[in-house]
């Protein structure tokens, strides 16, 4: 029987981040940190696995706690320095560069995940270096119902693409962005791309393009979630990860995961997302409730539908 624990390991960071019309100085960022959010929206038991340094916040772990996601996993180094991230958004906010990536206390980090999580139905390998994301599962009781989803980025392609590639080969779901798809594949074409990787592995490829939706790629049938049009884009941080949480969330709620839940789950985490970068960092998540979560589901079945 599947249950619905999910376990998310990520970065949990301060960002930095500059895009054309505003700066945020140090926030609250990292992978996990969005993922958990996001999923918190859904019935789940959820336990995050990462590492802090002494600087973070009790106030930011609190963001966490007060969603009821278990956090004994969290190890916070004393002495020990965030990892931090600064990025810089072009006119076209689809586009970034990553200005500095300081891992700090993840140099070292040697993942927990706490025994009452080992059993998790769902676990979600968010964005860290691949050799963590491969201890976490080392650490796995066996679950014949499990399904692992991983996200990436092309820093972890860059400098540690076998230990990723390893790690790829034993997930069930990947989610990516377009243009880490093609990277990955040394393809020029998203289907093509979608096809590669399902050949290092997962059954399920979700390719993320920004504001023009996310592609599924599973057997012969690719399923297109738009995202949400919206007026205001402030900060495309923590997109990606807010629509893995959303999904992820949504599968550890449910009693199966299949080409269905999954398709459903898209839906969750397009939701999540939208939701996210209407502000900066991760307020828009905080401070989103569980009806506005909905809110935006609905937009989104509207948005999809013929009838009026
Ligand atoms: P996204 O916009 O969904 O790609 O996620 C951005 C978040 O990922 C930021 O909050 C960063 O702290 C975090 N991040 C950026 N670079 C990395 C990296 N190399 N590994 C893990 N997390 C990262």
Redesign the pocket.
């Known amino acids: 029987m599947k249950n619905n624990k999910l376990v998310i390991v ?2 949990m ?1 301060f ?1 930095e981040i500059i895009t054309p019309t505003a700066e945020s100085g140090k926030i609250l ?3 996990a940190t ?1 993922i958990g959010l996001a999923a918190a929206f859904a019935d789940a038991d959820i336990a995050a696995v990462s590492v802090v340094g002494e600087d973070f916040l009790q106030e930011h772990l609190n963001l966490l706690t007060d969603r009821g996601i278990d956090i004994s996993g969290v190890e916070q180094v004393s002495g020990g320095k965030s ?1 931090y ?1 600064k990025g810089k958004y072009h006119d076209n906010m689809n586009k970034r560069d ?1 200005l500095d ?1 300081q891992l700090n206390v993840l140099a070292d980090f040697n993942p927990i995940v706490p025994e009452k999580y080992r059993d998790a139905s769902i676990v979600m390998l968010g ?2 270096d691949p050799n963590v994301q491969q201890k976490v599962l080392d650490q796995l009781a066996p679950n014949p119902n499990r399904t692992v989803l991983l996200d990436t ?1 092309n ?2 392609m860059d400098l540690q693409l076998n230990t990723l590639l390893n790690v790829i080969k034993q997930v069930d779901i990947i989610t990516i962005n377009d243009e880490e798809a093609l990277q990955l594949s040394g393809e020029a074409n998203l289907v093509l791309a979608a096809k590669a990787i399902h050949k290092m592995g997962p059954a399920y490829v979700i390719i993320k393009k920004g504001e023009h939706g996310a592609l599924l790629f599973y057997k012969d049938q690719p399923f297109f979630a738009p995202a949400l049009p919206l007026e205001k884009v402030v900060d ?6 807010s629509f893995a949480g959303g999904l992820s969330g949504y599968l550890a709620a449910q009693q199966t995961t299949n080409a269905t839940t999954i398709k459903a789950g898209i839906l969750q985490g397009t939701a999540a997302a939208s939701l996210c970068v209407g502000t900066m960092g991760t307020s828009g998540l905080v401070q989103s409730s569980k009806e506005d979560f909905f809110a935006q589901l609905q937009k989104l079945e509207r948005l999809r539908t013929i009838t009026l």
């Open positions: 990520g970065t960071a960002d960022g990292g992978a969005y990892f991230w990553t990536t964005n860290l980025m820093f972890w495309p941080t923590g997109a990606g990860d």
